[in-house]
């Protein structure tokens, strides 16, 4: 379960990946997290899922990580008569709270804190955009708008308001059984859709504490005004670019992509770009052009991992999807122009001890290029930290917790390693270099790089450098 890659591979779990023999192909063919999409199946699905996971990370001894996808709220019409109706270009149409199915004058929008918060002009974008309606006029129960985007709309569609903070909860009361599942089961990272504000993120820490990390989905145009504080209070994040391609008209996205990576990377947090990467695959075994290079430019951009949603979970070519995700990943990073343009985005470190031996790590690594960075970290913190540097080498991740080896399976670079408690700084390395010479990453002879924070047991204490040879005594 050697991996020389940096950048990671989610793949979710689906109707064509539940058994234990498709799983296990999906993890030899590159996937290194799971996601689980709690916007389908059933909790016997899910947990029947997680324990085929755990079971082959036990039977692998290779830390495998899980990422609980919350479906958030789901904002859609209500019905129609005859089930649908055509609307045409400049003609009045209106949405209420009467739940009489609607006809081709109206049709109920069962969502008063959307009345709310509209204004004269605000679009409503129906079916991904399919459809967009203008508001005109409005109050507490209605809304009359002028049919923009003309087209056959049909019951029970989403809706989404672009440009608008709409005063609902990140959290339903469906989303905050499935988190309280995921987290029995034991989920090493929880992803909050419908992210909007930094309160969000509050909201779920409170309910999710320490017992996983949050990702937040970036899927609303608000939540890019408030992307410093939101990546501040996350774990990580994560662009989803289903929602946030209809709320923003497409040629922004790249732009918005570019930015959020580029953010999250400066805070040192882990960043997921997901939705349509290899899309065709679904239903074909080779991905088009567009595609591939789609993919290598979010490695290029020095992302931590990309993501397969149906490709993997419901496509005909689950295993093939992941295969040539890791061959694109692969190729990419032989490529010296990758390493260029790391070096080229670095930002500079913060004004803490822990960065200035991160960065150290990072300036060393360049000069005596030792065969890989080791980092003992209680927490994971200090693994993040080195993996914000991007050093030109692997990075093990040695940590005492098995929970907190998991969720840096989803980091940049980092390969981690549970790794038994330490009573020495000499003990330490002793066994940080006989880790690496057991998981064949160095060799007799061969230098690495040790970073720690002392005294151990201390989050965020980072503040050990140490060259090391491989095979020799402390």
């Given at each position: 379960?050697?991996?020389?890659?940096?950048?990671?591979?989610?793949?979710?779990?689906?109707p064509a990946?539940?058994?234990?023999?498709?799983?296990?192909?999906?993890?030899?063919?590159g996937?290194?997290?799971?996601r689980?999409?709690?916007?389908h199946?059933?909790h016997?699905?899910?947990?029947?899922?997680?324990?085929?996971?755990?079971k082959?990370e036990?039977?692998?001894?290779?830390?495998?990580?899980?990422?609980?996808?919350l479906?958030g709220?789901?904002?859609?019409?209500?019905?129609?008569?005859?089930?649908?109706?055509?609307l045409s270009?400049?003609?009045?149409?209106?949405l209420?709270?009467?739940?009489?199915?609607?006809?081709?004058?109206?049709?109920?929008?069962?969502?008063?804190?959307?009345?709310?918060?509209?204004?004269?002009?605000?679009?409503?974008?129906?079916?991904?955009g399919k459809?967009?309606?203008?508001?005109?006029r409005?109050?507490?129960?209605f809304a009359?708008?002028?049919?923009?985007?003309?087209?056959?709309?049909?019951e029970r569609?989403?809706?989404?308001v672009?440009g608008?903070?709409?005063?609902?909860?990140?959290?339903?009361?469906?989303?905050k059984?499935?988190l309280?599942?995921?987290?029995?089961?034991g989920?090493?990272?929880?992803?909050?859709?419908?992210?909007?504000?930094?309160?969000?993120?509050?909201?779920?820490?409170?309910?999710?504490?320490?017992?996983?990390?949050?990702?937040?989905?970036?899927e609303k145009?608000?939540?890019?005004?408030?992307?410093?504080?939101i990546?501040?209070?996350?774990?990580?994040?994560?662009?989803?670019?289903?929602?946030?391609g209809?709320?923003?008209?497409p040629?922004?996205?790249?732009?918005?992509?570019?930015?959020i990576?580029?953010?999250?990377?400066?805070?040192?947090k882990?960043?997921?770009?997901?939705?349509?990467?290899?899309?065709?695959?679904?239903?074909?075994?080779?991905?088009t052009r567009?595609e591939?290079?789609?993919?290598?430019?979010?490695?290029?951009?020095?992302?931590?991992?990309v993501?397969?949603?149906?490709?993997?979970?419901?496509?005909?070519?689950?295993?093939?999807?992941?295969?040539?995700?890791?061959?694109?990943?692969?190729?990419?990073?032989?490529?010296?122009?990758?390493?260029?343009?790391?070096?080229?985005?670095?930002?500079?470190?913060?004004?803490?001890?822990q960065d200035?031996?991160?960065?150290?790590?990072?300036?060393?690594?360049?000069?005596?290029?030792?065969a890989?960075t080791?980092?003992y970290?209680?927490?994971?913190?200090?693994?993040?930290?080195?993996?914000?540097?991007?050093?030109?080498?692997?990075i093990?991740?040695?940590?005492?917790?098995?929970?907190?080896?998991?969720?840096?399976?989803?980091v940049?670079?980092?390969?981690?390693?549970?790794?038994?408690?330490?009573?020495?700084?000499?003990?330490?390395?002793?066994?940080?270099?006989?880790?690496?010479?057991?998981?064949?990453?160095?060799?007799?002879?061969?230098n690495?790089?040790?970073?720690a924070?002392?005294?151990?047991?201390?989050?965020g204490?980072?503040?050990?450098?140490?060259?090391?040879?491989?095979?020799q005594p402390?």
């Open positions: 379960m050697k991996r020389e890659r940096k950048a990671k591979i989610v793949a979710t779990l689906g990946s539940s058994t234990e023999a498709e799983i296990l192909s999906l993890i030899k063919a996937a290194d997290v799971f689980l999409n709690f916007s199946g059933s016997t699905d899910h947990a029947a899922r997680y324990a085929v996971i755990r082959l036990a039977d692998l001894d290779y830390p495998i990580g899980i990422v609980a996808d479906q709220p789901k904002l859609r019409i209500g019905t129609f008569a005859k089930g649908s109706t055509k270009s400049g003609q009045s149409f209106r209420d709270l009467d739940p009489t199915p609607g006809d081709s004058q109206r049709v109920p929008l069962l969502h008063p804190e959307i009345y709310q918060a509209l204004e004269v002009g605000t679009e409503l974008l129906i079916n991904d459809i967009r309606l203008r508001v005109d409005y109050g507490a129960d009359e708008t002028t049919v923009v985007v003309p087209g056959v709309i049909s569609k989403g809706v989404n672009p608008v903070v709409l005063p609902i909860s990140p959290l339903t009361d469906k989303d059984g499935d309280e599942f995921a987290l029995e089961l989920v090493d990272w929880v992803a909050l859709s419908f992210v909007q504000r930094p309160e969000d993120i509050a909201e779920a820490r409170a309910l999710v504490n320490d017992r996983a990390w949050i990702m937040a989905k970036l145009p608000s939540a890019i005004e408030s992307l410093e504080a990546i501040e209070l996350a774990d990580g994040v994560m662009v989803a670019r289903g929602d946030l209809v709320e923003l008209p040629e922004r996205l790249p732009q918005i992509q570019r930015n990576v580029r953010a999250a990377r400066r805070h040192g882990p960043v997921v770009v997901a939705t349509q990467m290899l899309e065709s695959m679904i239903e074909a075994p080779t991905p567009a591939a290079s789609d993919v290598a430019t979010a490695i290029y951009e020095g992302v931590d991992a993501m397969l949603s149906a490709e993997s979970a419901s496509g005909k070519y689950p295993v093939e999807a992941v295969t040539m995700m890791n061959r694109i990943v692969c190729e990419v990073e032989k490529d010296p122009a990758y390493r260029e343009g790391l070096d080229a985005t670095h930002t500079q470190p913060e004004s803490t001890t200035a031996v991160c960065y150290a790590l990072r300036s060393a690594a360049e000069i005596i290029k030792p890989a080791l980092t970290t209680e927490c994971g913190h200090t693994a993040l930290r080195a993996a914000r540097e991007r050093p030109a080498t692997l093990l991740g040695l940590t005492p917790h098995f929970t907190h080896a998991r969720r840096l399976t989803l940049w670079g980092v390969q981690p390693v549970p790794f038994g408690k330490v009573a020495s700084v000499g003990d330490m390395i002793t066994q940080a270099t006989h880790v690496a010479l057991q998981k064949e990453y160095a060799s007799p002879g061969e690495v790089l040790i970073i924070g002392i005294p151990f047991g201390h989050s204490s980072t503040n050990l450098l140490h060259v090391a040879r491989v095979g402390a």
